[in-house]
């Protein structure tokens, strides 16, 4: 019987170059069985076109920024703490917000870690995930640090000793011994409100929190000088414009209460206050900061 030699390369499947000489039989057609001896040990007999997938490599997770949506949704402070600056933000469903300070709709979206607050002007904010209601960490331009709380709607209840309450209104009387001082107008979102009513020339406040929430205070902005104060005998530290934003109160600038009194106009304050707080404060010579209570 003639053979002859074949020399057979391997199969492409294998990805492997082979070489072997092995005797058949001429007139017999090469069996399976023989091509299957051709073949690497651990191959497949199906071609590159059929080989098995590879086994995809895992995703990267990506921060699930979804989540944080329904915590953003409503009004937030800004604030900076530094120069007593703050205005309120408020985020709606949409990718839209409105707020204090700017005139126009801006717009935010979620990316990685961050919520980007484009205004208008094209000017950014950047809020840092996750959201914490009482300190977010923001990023303002020229790579400054500020603040951001989410604004409650709950206002707090108050002991205030030896005081009285009345009625937050054009042409109430400042003081209970006074009848030339009066308010001229009232902002909008202090309708129905009351004030903590005090003599003239009573100048501290003092008042406890009873229960969580936003309390409103206001003083004039006649703010006790250096001078005044070491020409006086002070029963009580004396309180700066300063040490109440470092306390943690932040003005509401669009909501000053002018009076008939040209040089007493009553600029206010917001904090959130937690039940069990006690403050004591004297801004100023005469006049003793008030509450704005519902």
């Known amino acids: 019987m003639n053979t002859q030699r074949i020399l057979t390369l391997s199969l492409l499947t294998t990805g492997l170059l082979h070489?072997?000489?092995?005797?058949?039989?001429?007139?017999?057609?090469?069996?399976?069985?023989?091509?299957?001896?051709?073949?690497?040990?651990?191959?497949?007999?199906?071609?590159?076109?059929?080989?098995?997938?590879?086994?995809?490599?895992?995703?990267?997770?990506?921060?699930?920024?979804?989540?944080?949506?329904?915590d953003l949704i409503g009004t937030?402070?800004?604030?900076?703490?530094?120069?007593?600056?703050?205005?309120?933000?408020?985020?709606?469903?949409?990718?839209?917000?409105?707020?204090?300070?700017?005139?126009?709709v801006g717009k935010w979206s979620m990316e990685g870690d961050k919520v980007i607050v484009t205004y208008p002007s094209g000017r950014k904010d950047q809020m840092f995930?996750?959201?914490?209601?009482?300190n977010t960490k923001v990023i303002i331009r020229g790579g400054r640090i500020i603040s951001a709380a989410r604004e409650t709607t709950d206002l707090a209840t108050v002991e205030v000793p030896n005081l009285t309450l009345a009625p937050l209104a054009k042409d109430e009387r400042l003081w209970s011994d006074r009848d030339a001082y009066r308010f001229t107008?009232?902002?909008?979102?202090?309708?129905?409100?009351?004030?903590t009513r005090n003599l003239a020339h009573s100048p501290?406040?003092?008042?406890?929190?009873?229960?969580d929430g936003r309390v409103y205070l206001a003083c004039t902005g006649r703010w006790i000088q250096p001078w005044l104060k070491e020409s006086e005998s002070w029963s009580e530290p004396a309180t700066s414009e300063e040490k109440l934003w470092?306390?943690?109160?932040?003005?509401?600038?669009?909501?000053?209460?002018?009076?008939?009194?040209?040089?007493?106009?009553?600029?206010v304050f917001s904090r959130p206050c937690k039940a069990g707080e006690h403050f004591t404060y004297?801004?100023?010579?005469?006049?003793?900061?008030?509450l704005?209570?519902?």
């Open 292 to 294: 704005l209570l519902k």
């Open 129 to 134: 995930l996750p959201l914490d209601p009482k």
């Open 185 to 195: 107008q009232i902002p909008g979102m202090f309708r129905g409100y009351k004030f």
């Open 19 to 70: 070489a072997s000489a092995l005797p058949v039989c001429a007139e017999t057609p090469a069996t399976p069985m023989q091509f299957a001896a051709l073949r690497a040990p651990g191959s497949s007999s199906s071609s590159s076109s059929e080989s098995e997938p590879s086994t995809p490599s895992p995703k990267r997770s990506e921060p699930k920024t979804s989540e944080s949506v329904p």
């Open 204 to 211: 501290t406040l003092r008042f406890k929190v009873l229960t």
């Open 76 to 104: 937030w402070r800004f604030s900076n703490p530094e120069n007593g600056w703050s205005g309120t933000r408020t985020f709606r469903n949409g990718g839209t917000f409105t707020g204090e300070g700017f005139s126009g």
């Open 246 to 267: 470092k306390d943690g109160w932040t003005p509401v600038r669009s909501a000053q209460l002018p009076t008939t009194a040209e040089d007493t106009t009553w600029l």
């Open 282 to 290: 004297r801004t100023e010579k005469y006049a003793s900061p008030i």
